[in-house]
């Protein structure tokens, strides 16, 4: 599911696994990072273009859910 907060003054999208998880504390949108290596320049990183939740990709959504307290930032 897609749904769109605001952070650091602009809108963004994100990928997460229900409509209130941007009321969670365990959500935390960021663009997932790979690593590789390629023989002929060594250790790369590209990042994807689109957010998700690191957390849910990280560990899964947990059991329980805590809300946040006030708004978000």
Known sequence: ?????KQCGRKITVDVS????PFYTC??????QHRTYNKT???????????SCSHRNDHGCPAKKLKRKGCLK
Not at 27 to 32: A, N, Q, R, T, V
């Open 1 to 5: 599911m897609i749904v769109t907060v």
């Open 18 to 21: 229900e409509s209130d998880c």
């Open 27 to 32: 959500f935390s949108p960021h663009k997932y």
């Open 41 to 51: 320049e060594g250790s790369m990183t590209s990042t994807d273009n689109y957010f």
